[in-house]
């Protein structure tokens, strides 16, 4: 049977996927320590960070048609970004990580990444400042070799061949175990054609060309927990600490411009567009922690960090190419298209509109 939500569907998706990569993927990579675990859960999560970038700025347009005044079309489209063979794995000994930090075999040095194959990744031992193994955990393995992201989206036709498109997913919970979503997006399309020939362009020219721009924002929070190892005891006295309030904060934001070129061939719009993406990534993971840093005779202990990880950089930075197109099927529309940036990826979806 068909899904008759496929929006929904697409956000459970990336969520479940999310949520088990950082319960079962961050949390052992924050063990290592804030500093580390910084360099590790870049390495990893690499791949989300560009897939999203590179989703985030696609589906905008399918036409470089502009819609006449107060004519709209209502969308749902979800894309799927492609990880790379080049993305799908790490080597674990060339991220910069410190000597508190290692592979347990010095020949396993490579690791999945979020898009690389279902198997864990390397051993690696913990030391303590004075080179003693003190802990030892396995690096996650991949969860998604395809990175989906989803959009919805308004597009209403304004004065002087100009569109305005309204992007959003409202703050969206699936509960305290599960996290929550939202989105806000805006662009602009305009119809350069008419400007340069006048009224009479469609007996003149025998297709459309527009420029656009888009910005959109995705929020997402995932809870996390991560406790304490049984038994082992806060360092040098420290009272024991509340670890109920983890988890994870992450922002991506996203920047298009292009050039759009297609040609109306009845109910059926091909279309071409070239221009310039960018992308960028603020994630944090919020709460306290508990880091294995040492033992002794009475057991193991443990320090706590606050907010241990931070990772802000611009993940998208370059040029894009998009080819689709639009079928109008009376008020129905269908969407399509492939787009080559960063990483490739397809984007399809429906609407409709007048």
């Known amino acids: ?16 996927a999310l949520k088990v990569s950082a319960q079962n993927g961050f949390s052992d990579l924050i063990r290592s320590g804030p ?35 107060l004519h709209f079309d209502l969308r749902i489209t979800a ?17 910069g990580l410190s000597n508190h930090i290692g592979p347990k075999d010095a020949t396993q040095v490579m690791s999945p990444t979020i898009g690389g194959t279902d198997h864990s990744g390397p051993a690696m031992n913990i030391y303590d ?7 030892e955990f396995n690096l996650p393995s991949g969860k998604l070799p395809i990175i989906p992201s989803p959009q919805i989206q308004l597009t209403i036709g304004l004065v002087k061949n100009t569109d305005l498109t309204i992007r959003g997913i ?3 919970s699936f509960g305290s175990d599960a996290g929550s979503v939202s989105m806000i997006g805006f662009g ?21 060309l527009a420029l656009a721009v888009g910005y959109s924002r995705l929020n997402t929070t995932i809870p996390l927990t991560v406790n304490p190892d049984e038994g082992a005891q806060p360092e040098n006295g420290q009272q024991s600490t509340d670890f109920s309030n983890q988890h994870i904060e992450a922002h991506f934001s996203s920047f298009m411009f292009q050039a759009i070129i297609s040609k109306q061939l009845l109910f059926f719009t091909p279309f071409l567009a070239v221009g310039y993406n960018t992308a960028s990534t603020n994630a944090a993971a919020i709460g306290n922690y508990p880091v294995t840093t040492g033992g002794n005779l009475a057991g193991e202990t443990y320090t706590t960090f606050v907010n241990p990880i931070s990772i802000k950089e611009t993940t998208v930075n370059g040029f894009r190419a998009d ?27 429906i609407g409709f509109g007048y």
Do not use: C
Request: glycine share 8%.
């Open 1 to 16: 049977m068909k899904n008759k939500y496929p929006l929904l569907v697409a956000i459970i998706v990336l969520l479940s």
């Open 170 to 172: 409202p703050k969206i």
């Open 79 to 95: 894309t799927g970004a492609m990880v790379p063979t080049s993305d799908k794995a790490f080597n674990v000994t060339q991220i």
């Open 323 to 349: 080819l689709g197109f639009q079928l109008n099927l009376a008020i129905f529309r269908v969407y399509a298209s492939y787009s080559a940036a960063q990483y490739q990826s397809f984007n399809v979806g």
């Open 188 to 208: 602009l399309k305009h119809d350069i054609m008419p400007d340069i020939v006048g009224k009479k362009v469609d007996k003149v020219i025998p297709f459309s």
């Open 35 to 69: 500093a580390d675990a910084n360099r590790l859960v870049n390495a990893y999560a690499e791949p989300l960070f560009k897939g999203f970038g590179v989703g985030m700025n696609s589906g905008w347009n399918n036409t470089a048609k502009a819609k006449k005044l």
């Open 129 to 135: 400042d004075n080179g003693q193994k003190v802990d």
